[in-house]
């Protein structure tokens, strides 16, 4: 005679297979069976199974995602029901809705302008406005990731809610906060490159630039001459022995305090130099010079006191 399962035995069992099916989607890599690492997932009836054995692995398998189709970035838009995500890098962090308009559209223009009135409650927030458009129009011209300009953005909100902005250029808090991000992060940009993007001078940029660390509290590490290597070497072109060969000099160069007082830039750039003729891949002085953004008359003095201190025979 079989005794019939009660409720809370089944529960039990069937709770017990559920959390099971849970491990084997987190956890299972390779077939318990036969040992294959080929399992597929089968959406339509909801099971992982091993390909070469035919076990189902996992079954009942929740599928989270969307239940509609897309197969290009225009159905992914049109088809999404959720926003944008939050970002630091818009005012209100993109929670708002925006009105668009075309050129054919009635009456569509005049209903942006009068949404856009709304958004902006005072000066302030229009300052707030371009800060941040500044921030992200220096990103996009040297060419920084997405998350410089968001930790730029939220470098900027705390300067602002510490009344740090007030009575200052904005386009210059702005420029010395994107360079004091790339510093933090290890993105090598020189403040030459900084300045020519933006709007002000470099007296203003640094003045900024030391007002805000003092303020702010921030510590900014010095800049190491490796960290310039590899965009430089990319920039004219040479190879990754070129690379190694170059950081290979500074580190000796660093061993021996050669760097100390020395800019940075200008230890990189003869560095790359010496390492680029050594290799075959001959620069002239003024093809360095160019990406460097040092004069050329600094790297002949740098590559002399490199060559001549680390005993270097450079043929040119």
Known sequence: MVTPKTDTEEGKHHEGKEDNTADYNETVKICPECGSKNLIRDYG??????SQCGLVVAENIVDLGPEWRAFDFEQISRRARVGAPMTYRIHDKGLSTLVTWSPTGQGQYKLKKWQQRTHIANTTERSFIFALSEIDRMA?????????????SMLYRKAMRKRLIRGRSI??????????TCRQYGVPRTLEEVRDISRVGQKEISR???FLLRELDLKVSPASPVDFVPRFCSLLDLTGDIRSKAIEIIKRASEEELTNGRGPIGIAAAAIYIAAILGGEHRTQKEVSDVTGVTEVTIRNR???LSEQLDIDVLL
Do not use: D, H
């Not at 808090?173 to 360079?179: D, H, M, Q, S, V």
């Open 140 to 152: 996009c011209a040297l060419k920084l990731p997405m998350n410089i300009r968001e930790a730029a």
């Open 303 to 305: 590559y002399k006191e």
């Open 208 to 210: 900024a630039y030391r």
């Open 171 to 180: 386009e210059g808090i702005a420029t010395a906060i994107l360079y004091i």
């Open 45 to 50: 009836r909801a099971e992982l199974f091993c």
